[in-house]
């Protein structure tokens, strides 16, 4: 069964910092670039980041996060992983990750390209 899970979100103080991870099952990831889309209640998914597929050396950050966020992957752990620092009250949202399966080597920011997702999990940015 494919599945991707998403986790360390939580509860963080504006300037904080997260890492959130995207771990795959039932599938290997380095084959598949990768995407995290960020969705705040009464907005519509928007897409934050992405990595190339294999190497992860092509990469993709939305203007509001770039400089803040990276993202990378460990092919070893099926994972991919979104580092958040310097977090604003902005960055609250329910965080997915998503696999483009179709079988490409660079990302795409839009959403219509991915076919698996995750749950997502909660960050909220308070203080």
């Known amino acids: 069964q494919v599945q991707l899970v998403e986790s360390g979100g939580g509860l963080v103080q504006p300037g904080g910092s997260v890492r959130l991870s995207c771990e795959a099952s039932g599938f290997t990831l380095d084959g598949y670039p990768i995407g995290w889309f960020r969705q705040a209640p009464g907005k519509e998914r928007e897409g934050v980041s992405c990595i190339s597929s294999s190497d992860g050396s092509s990469t993709y950050y939305a203007d509001s996060v770039k400089g803040r966020f990276t993202i990378s992957r460990d092919n070893a752990k099926n994972t991919v992983y979104l580092q958040m620092n310097n977090l604003k009250p902005e960055d609250t949202a329910v965080y997915y990750c998503?696999?483009?399966?179709?079988?490409?080597?660079?990302?795409?920011?839009?959403?219509?390209?991915?076919?698996?997702w995750g749950q997502g999990t909660q960050v909220t940015v308070s203080s």
């Open positions: 998503a696999a483009d399966v179709r079988g490409g080597y660079y990302c795409s920011d839009s959403l219509y390209e991915y076919y698996y």
